[in-house]
């Protein structure tokens, strides 16, 4: 059965840094492009980064670029987020996403994903 298991959420000061990953299991993240989503309490969910498995072309939201950075670990068939400079808009339930379709451009748009990570919390307080 494929899944993607997130882990790295936790609390953190605005100013400091997480690291979020996305490990799968039951398939390779190698082919597929993979992204980022965030939901905060009340607000709609939005895309936050996206990498491509055609080109590892990657895409941010304009709210963390220059703050958040994905990467691949192919040896670890792990995908991560390292978000610095949080800002306590930044709340929220961070969810690990995957397009199956192979060798694909990312988009930051939910119904190009088809697997879906449980999440983990990250909450940005002082």
């Known amino acids: 059965q494929l899944q993607l298991v997130e882990s790295g959420g936790g609390l953190v000061q605005p100013g400091g840094s997480l690291r979020l990953s996305c490990a ?4 390779t993240l190698d082919y597929y492009a993979i992204g980022w989503f965030r939901q905060a309490p009340g607000k709609e969910r939005e895309g936050v980064s996206c990498i491509s498995s055609s080109d590892g072309s990657t ?6 670029k220059g703050r958040f950075t994905i990467s691949r670990d192919y040896a670890k068939n792990t995908v991560y987020l390292q978000m610095n400079r949080l800002k306590p808009e930044d709340t929220a339930d961070y969810y690990c996403v995957a397009d199956t379709r192979m060798f694909r451009l990312c988009v930051l748009s939910e119904g190009e994903y088809d697997y879906w990570g449980q999440g983990t919390q990250v909450t940005v307080s002082s």
């Open 24 to 27: 799968a299991s039951g398939f």
């Open 59 to 64: 895409n941010y939201a304009d709210s963390v």
